[in-house]
């Protein structure tokens, strides 16, 4: 089976975030990069795919600036055999992205395309879900396991409250959600092979698509500042508290 | 064009640092602090850095390992020293001391049979050079190697050996002995479970690196079969002055390793704790303690991975840098620790604020893989006879 896994650089959940003081966008000097970590997880599902029939392609695919390669590159050395950089220097929304995406799976063919449910940057929550309508294609999001079936992939999805099973033929499209798995860490042999392994580069121009954003971010507040925790005496006056200031319960 | 990394020279080293850093992050941080209270040393967790690749790391590809350098090597110690310097002492035992120095030394016949092994950590291994009565005084070790047809006989005791132990009563799996023989000084692999080996001292009670065993064991009429034997006879002062160089440099990683945390822990926490309105950072004194101790770990890592980056692991000749090396950076992190705690005041002194085990794991690093004057008596010696390194 032939896999293609999204792949977006974002910064390290870790780094503290600081917004520009002209609410344009964040800070990034200084800021460390990794892998989403949504798409982590579909990397490593399509890895344990692949391992568990013994056999199909993992190709991953990143869009943005060049060092883009460095996230790739970690990709391939947890296992993933080549990868695809589009190559875009211009701010994208959720659309553009799909439409991106779309193109390379025209050109890819894979049967099944693994997406982070989001991205932890810019949390939209919309590119997987607009991919499957651009292509016509089944999707099933936020999924906790993934089963193949003789001819249908099964998908058990996170939802308010509760687990929904679904299933369609493929091609399609499933995103992922936290519990899926434990991503591997990249080994060092993983890491040494991953030196010969592929990165082709496309220029976003090449793929003659509008990639206009229809939606551009206005501005950006920091979150407001947590006023300062208050000390109790004794469970009672933090039950009294909860009740009468925070009404909470 | 990307400035030059002296830390991370190529994107793989940068890659494999990134992942030891989560590995750290995730799975050894946590079992650290228990692990040192109770003189214990984590097998399981141990072997997960098998599956990292980690322990074969400067044996080439087509033996199994990673084929990698000393700078990565550097690296893993930096990193792993960073959050649990015992924890690193038995990775180095292993890797380094055993992995390493086999690999070197071995023919092919003993890399086929014993690196699988030792590469996937089913069985865990050390190196005992140390006795109870020669340690800086190599030669006058005590232990003998006599050989009857097709075996070796072996007859003595080493001393403080790390990972000759995994817990009270389970020696070690495979360990490379240095012993005397008829022609010199020569080694041999010795598997725990060979006839006449014993596990003698339990070590107990250490200032530090609490969650590696280290433990003395004793050899009477050990019977070790003669293919067991690496190079020839009386070849292996070379082996053991070789992969010397690269224990040092490894252990002046994990001084690095060592400091950067301290570094860390006091620069942060004096930018909180306030004392007098204000915190304690806007004072001249703390600032001299955290600009020192910066300004002192950025030179010794600086000369560490020069040194290391022109390491080369198959040929003794680089003594007086791995020697340096291990003589700044080693009291370097002791000073830089003592100085975190004196920054953390009475939060310093107790472990949950790390610095503390970090401290008392520091003062080993003087001591083990050559003493702070064994390196003074080598660099001096050496330097009489090459002093156009200096230009
Ligand atoms: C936790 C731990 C783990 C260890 N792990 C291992 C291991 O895995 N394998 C192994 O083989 N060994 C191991 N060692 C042993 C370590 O390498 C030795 O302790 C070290 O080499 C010093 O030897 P020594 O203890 O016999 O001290 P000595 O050599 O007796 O030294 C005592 C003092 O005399 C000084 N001295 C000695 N000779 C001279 C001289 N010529 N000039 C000036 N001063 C001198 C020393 O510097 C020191 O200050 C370990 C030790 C410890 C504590």
Redesign the interface.
């Known amino acids: 089976m032939k896999i293609l896994v999204t792949v977006k650089r974002v910064p390290d959940p870790e780094t503290t975030i600081r917004v520009k003081p002209d609410g344009s966008g964040i800070v990034t000097d200084n800021i460390k990069y990794v892998i989403n970590p949504f798409d982590e997880i579909a990397i490593e599902e399509a890895l344990r795919i692949k391992e568990k029939q013994g056999q199909g392609e993992v190709v991953l695919v990143s869009i943005g600036a060049k060092v883009a390669s460095?996230q790739l590159?970690?990709g391939l050395?947890m296992g993933a055999d080549r990868a695809i950089l589009v190559l875009c220097d211009q701010e994208l929304d959720s659309l553009g992205v799909a439409r991106i995406l779309a193109k390379i799976v025209e050109k890819e063919a894979p049967d099944l395309v693994l997406m982070g449910k989001q991205a932890i940057d810019d949390d939209a929550n919309q590119a997987g879900q607009m991919l499957a309508a651009l292509l016509n294609w089944p999707q099933a999001t936020f999924a906790s396991k993934v089963e193949f079936m003789d001819n249908y992939v099964q998908v058990v999805r996170e939802v308010d409250g509760g687990l929904e099973t679904v299933r369609f033929p493929l091609p399609g499209i499933i995103t992922t959600d936290l519990r899926l798995n434990e991503p591997r860490?990249?080994?060092?042999?993983?890491?040494?092979k991953?030196?010969k392994k592929e990165i082709r580069e496309i220029a976003v121009a090449e793929l003659g698509i509008d990639t206009t954003p229809l939606l551009t971010v206005h501005k950006m507040d920091p979150p407001a500042k947590k006023a300062a925790g208050k000390k109790v005496e004794s469970v009672q006056e933090l039950v009294h508290l909860l009740h009468t200031e925070a009404k909470v319960i | 064009m990307p400035v030059f990394d002296l830390f991370n020279p190529s994107?793989?080293h940068a890659?494999?640092r990134?992942?030891v850093r989560?590995?750290v992050r995730d799975q050894v941080e946590p079992q650290a602090l228990v692990h040192d209270q109770q003189e214990r040393f984590n097998l399981p967790l141990f072997r997960q850095l098998a599956?990292?690749?980690?322990f074969g790391?400067t044996v080439p590809?087509e033996y199994g390992g990673?084929?990698?350098d000393a700078v990565?090597a550097v690296i893993v110690h930096e990193e792993l020293s960073a959050s649990d310097p015992g924890f690193c002492l038995a990775y180095l035992a292993h890797s380094m001391l055993f992995v390493n120095n086999f690999y070197r030394n071995a023919n092919d016949e003993q890399r086929r049979r014993y690196l699988p092994k030792v590469i996937s950590g089913d069985w865990i291994g050390g190196m005992c050079m140390t006795e109870p009565s020669a340690g800086t005084d190599v030669l006058g070790m005590k232990t003998f190697a006599v050989r009857r047809g097709d075996y070796y006989y072996l007859n003595g005791r080493k001393m403080f050996i790390t990972n000759g132990a995994l817990d009270d009563t389970t020696p070690g799996d495979i360990f490379l002995v240095y012993a005397k023989t008829e022609k010199g000084i020569s080694s041999f692999v010795v598997e725990s479970r060979f006839p006449g080996f014993s596990l003698g001292q339990r070590l107990h009670h250490k200032t530090g690196m609490r969650a590696s065993m280290t433990a003395e064991l004793v050899f009477e009429d050990c019977a070790v079969p003669v293919e067991n034997r690496l190079g020839e006879e009386g070849e292996s002062l070379l082996h053991m002055m070789r992969n010397l160089e690269i224990e040092r440099v490894t252990i002046a990683a994990m001084a690095t390793g060592i400091a950067g945390r301290c570094v860390e822990i006091m620069t942060r926490y004096a930018s909180e704790r306030t004392a007098y309105g204000q915190p304690i950072n806007s004072f001249g004194q703390i600032q001299r303690y955290i600009a020192d101790s910066y300004a002192q770990y950025m030179a010794a890592r600086t000369y560490l991975y020069h040194t290391a980056s022109k390491l080369d692991l198959d040929r003794p000749g680089q003594r007086i840098d791995s020697d340096g090396v291990k003589l700044v950076a080693t009291t370097m992190a002791k000073q830089v620790a003592d100085n975190a705690m004196q920054v953390l005041g009475g939060y310093g002194y107790f472990g949950e604020y790390v610095v503390e085990r970090l401290w008392r794991d520091a003062k080993l690093l003087e001591i083990g893989g050559g003493t702070l004057e064994a390196h003074q008596k080598n660099i001096t010696k050496d330097l009489t006879r090459r002093l156009d390194v200096i230009r």
Do not use: H, N, V
């Open positions: 460095e590159r970690t050395a860490y990249a080994s060092l042999p993983g890491i040494m991953a030196r | 994107e793989e890659m494999l990134r992942t989560e590995f599956s990292l690749g980690l790391i590809l990673a084929g990698m990565a």
